[in-house]
């Protein structure tokens, strides 16, 4: 016999931090679960994540008051801005850009969320297309090997030039 599903709640709740207070609390609270527990087991589950990273979950209430619930990956824009050495993004996407990352940050990432539940289909090309647009959408600028050498060898010259000049 299979469990009445009742209700499916999605939280995004710090890593190793939930506690009965928003917004785990008042989401399991009106659906009868047991808060506490899940708490507990959520803790216990992401000891191994550091301190207050954003994990998503889904939590599957049943008719008589039990739960299961699945951890995803923390969300694409934590990766990027982490990448990237920036707190929040841009205020004007497309115009004003406040960081970069290179095409190895995104593949590296890419392989990260396709590793999540229900996401085996997509191929990682286009994992590294949606990234590249949530990277445009935060005002933060993908950059190439070509670009990479192309800054580094400026770094040079004006490193040298400095050296050079009384």
Known sequence: MSKTVTSVIKLLVPAGAAKPAPPVGPALGQHGLNIMAFCKEFNAKTAEYKNNVPV???ITG???KSFVFTLKSPPTTYFV???AGILKGTERPGILMVGSVTLKHIYEIAKIKKSDPGQGFASLESHCK???GTCRTLGVTVMTKAE???MAAEAITAEQAASVSP
């Open 62 to 64: 049943f008719a008589d």
């Open 56 to 58: 998503p979950v889904i």
């Open 81 to 83: 801005k982490k990448a």
């Open 148 to 150: 990479m050498d192309a």
């Open 130 to 132: 949606n990234i590249i």
